[in-house]
């Protein structure tokens, strides 16, 4: 089965970094535009970040602009979260999605590949 698996998380002190890592398994396919989504305990799914399938177009939220970067590496089929100076409230689930389009989005339904996630915990 075609899925999304990320890796990268654990846990980590408030103001350390973590680099997430996402990309297809199973029967490749070329990954469009990518997101990045994180959903904390008791709280809904939120938008992190996004990629447009070129790389020369991103999106971030405000919670983490500054603090948080999204790359990709085409070649590789692979997207990337490299988060800095982390916060205890950004512990959470983080999912990479994937879509057939080319343009990057903060909307979830525009995404139709969810990894399974990863867990990133920050400690205080």
């Known amino acids: 089965q075609v899925q999304l698996v990320e890796s990268g998380g654990g846990l980590v002190q408030a103001g350390g970094s973590l680099r997430l890592s996402c990309a297809p398994s199973?029967?490749?396919?070329?990954?469009?535009?990518m997101g990045w989504f994180r959903q904390a305990p008791g709280k809904d799914r939120e938008f992190v970040a996004a990629i447009s399938w070129s790389g020369d177009s991103t999106s971030y939220a405000d919670s983490v602009k500054a603090r948080f970067t999204i790359s990709r590496d085409n070649a590789k089929n692979t997207v990337f979260l490299q988060m800095n100076s982390l916060k205890p409230e950004d512990t959470a689930v983080y999912y990479c999605a994937s879509q057939r389009g080319t343009y990057a989005s903060d909307s979830a339904v525009l995404y139709d590949r969810w990894g399974q996630g990863t867990q990133v915990t920050v400690s205080s």
């Open positions: 199973g029967r490749t396919f070329s990954i469009g535009a």
